[in-house]
């Protein structure tokens, strides 16, 4: 059984970092779609940044030069590495992952537990 599990969220005071981790167990054959999303209070759940085809990296506009997405492939762990943070950055973040696990098997959308950023201005 595949699974996402997340680290890294907590308290922090505008300006500062925070690294997100999400670590992917289980058997994982392929993977895709990889990405990472946030949910206000009140708000829909949003892209935050993206892996897209061609090896591309796709971001939400109010946090590009700020944000940073990375996965390793080894450990299969994705990343997010947030600087410059604001208050406005305040959400839960998840992780997600298109995942097929056996050659015949379908390929599913997996999501992480959510973790909590909160920036304090």
């Known amino acids: 059984q595949v699974q996402l599990v997340e680290s890294g969220g907590g308290l922090v005071q505008a300006g500062g970092s925070l690294r997100l981790s999400c670590a992917a167990s289980?058997?994982?054959?392929?993977?895709?779609?990889v990405g990472w999303y946030r949910q206000a209070p009140g708000k829909q759940r949003e892209l935050v940044a993206a892996?897209?085809?061609?090896?591309?990296?796709n971001y939400t506009e109010s946090v590009k030069g700020r944000f940073t997405i990375s996965r390793d492939n080894a450990k299969n762990t994705l990343y997010l590495q947030m600087n410059s943070l604001k208050p406005e950055d305040t959400a839960v973040y998840y992780c997600?992952?298109?995942?097929?696990?056996?050659?015949?098997?379908?390929?599913?959308?997996?999501w992480g537990q959510g973790t909590q950023v909160t920036v304090s201005s």
């Open positions: 892996f897209i085809s061609g090896g591309r990296i």
């Open positions: 997600s992952e298109r995942i097929q696990s056996r050659p015949s098997a379908t390929v599913n959308q997996y």
């Open positions: 289980g058997t994982i054959l392929t993977f895709n779609g």
